[in-house]
Structures are given as C-alpha cells and as structure tokens.
C-alpha cells in the first residue's frame, strides 16, 4: 500500500519521497533565537526529513530571494513581512510574544504571564525575601513578565525592585553605569529576574 503523502495548501499532491522545503525566518542573535532553531531541528530529526531554507541576514533584504525559493512553508518570528509571506498561500507557523492571534496560520505564543510567575515561584523556593526585576519599558512582553512576577511576589507577602530600561536611553554605556548603581543599590541576597 502506498503512503499516503501530504497536500500543500491549494491541493497539490506529493510525490514518494518528497521532502518539505520550509523557510525558517528566525533571528539567531539571541538564545531564544537558537533555542527555537535547535528545537525545530530536533523536530524535523525525529519527524523529517525536512528540507530548510534559514535566512540569517533578516527577511526585508532577502524576501526577492526568498520569492523565488519552491517552499512548501513557512516559520517565522518577524511578522513585519507577515503579508508577503502569507501571499505565497502555503502553510504558515508564527512564533511569538504577543499575545495576539494571527488569524487563519498557526500561532506558536510566549506566555508570559506564566514565565514571570514562574520566576518569581522559584525564587520564593530558594528562600529569598528580597527580590528585584530587570526588563524593558514600553515593550509587552517584558512588561508582562514584570507585572505576572510582581503579582506572585504580593500574593507572597512581599514585593519587587524594578528598573526599566528605555528605548530612549542615551547610549549603551550610560545604560550599563544606571544599571550597574541600581544593582549595587539593592538589598542583598537579591532574588532578580531578568525580563530575557
């Protein structure tokens, strides 16, 4: 009996043997960038083959290049792109902060909420009593966590040091010298979370 092969979006059958062509659009700058490329490879291992296309250099530049590929998919971070990307009709998998569906694709979402009261739980378990956050103003999902960490810490009978930086801020190296005397100032042992 043959296997019974895949249809792309738009009804196209698969020959034996295909192989999904799929574009990973994922920064690698950061861990969570590499950990989500080493989780998808780990997938594609025990359920492939699969066949990548990653674009290392960001989608704006390579989307010509990009338009050209015989894809049979999509998985992206970068939603900037979303609208060319879900033109081509293929199966698309967004991965995420925001809390925000996308309708119609796959939506992969950070939650949150859930990471900074996790953060706060551990640190109550490792017996601190002084606890401090370190994230980003005006940006969510950092915002998010800071606020779900603070809640937990309140339910607990204690609150949180925080210190936000902005995206105003006026260069990296004032940044760091705020940074560093907010956490000399800190009462120690400090449990702290860092928003990333």
């Given at each position: 009996m ?15 043997g295909?192989?999904?062509?799929v ?21 594609a ?10 674009e290392p ?8 290049r990009i338009q050209?590929?015989e894809?049979?998919g999509?998985i ?22 925001s809390?925000?569906?996308i309708?119609e694709?796959v939506?992969?979402i ?17 017996g ?11 940006i ?11 809640r ?8 949180a040091?925080f ?7 006026a260069?990296w190296q004032t940044?760091l ?13 400090v449990?702290?979370m860092?928003?990333?």
């Amino acid at each position: 009996m043959d296997r019974v092969h895949p249809k792309a979006r738009g009804g196209r059958r698969r020959p034996p043997g295909w192989v999904p062509r799929v574009v990973l659009l994922i920064e690698s700058s950061r861990s969570s960038g590499r950990s989500l490329l080493r989780g998808i490879a780990n997938y594609a291992h025990y359920h492939g083959p699969w066949a990548f296309y990653w674009e290392p250099r960001g989608l704006e530049k390579a989307w010509p290049r990009i338009q050209s590929l015989e894809a049979d998919g999509f998985i992206l971070r970068d939603v900037k792109q979303l609208e060319n990307v879900l033109s081509r009709g293929l199966p698309t998998v967004v991965v995420g902060h925001s809390k925000q569906e996308i309708p119609e694709i796959v939506n992969v979402i950070t939650d949150s909420e859930t990471i900074g009261k996790m953060a706060a739980e551990h640190l109550l378990s490792r017996g601190f009593h002084e606890f401090a956050f370190c994230g980003f103003d005006g940006i969510p999902w950092s915002e998010l966590r800071g606020e779900s960490f603070r809640r937990r810490l309140v339910e607990a009978g204690h609150d949180a040091h925080f210190y936000q930086t902005t995206p105003e801020s006026a260069g990296w190296q004032t940044e760091l010298n705020k940074m560093a005397r907010w956490l000399k100032s800190l009462p120690k042992p400090v449990g702290l979370m860092a928003a990333n």
